[in-house]
């Protein structure tokens, strides 16, 4: 029979601490975004549309900086 070990408290308190709530929401959303699609998404939501589209059109060949 194997006999189970209990962990120790210690080892325990790092996984069990709590981030302190951030109140400001730019820095959520920022620290909530793991991926380049994951930012995309936040700019489109927030930017205007023509705006985002003038950029997001053009972002990848750099053709907006010649316009």
Request: charge should be positive.
């Amino acid at each position: 029979m194997v006999q189970r070990q209990l962990p120790n408290p210690a080892e325990l308190l790092e996984l069990m601490q709590f981030k302190k709530p951030s109140f400001d929401l730019k820095k959520r959303r920022l620290e909530s975004a793991l991926t380049i699609a994951d930012l995309r998404t936040i700019a489109k939501r927030r930017t205007p549309k023509a705006a985002f589209d003038y950029t997001d059109g053009a972002a990848e060949g750099e053709l907006s900086l010649a316009r």
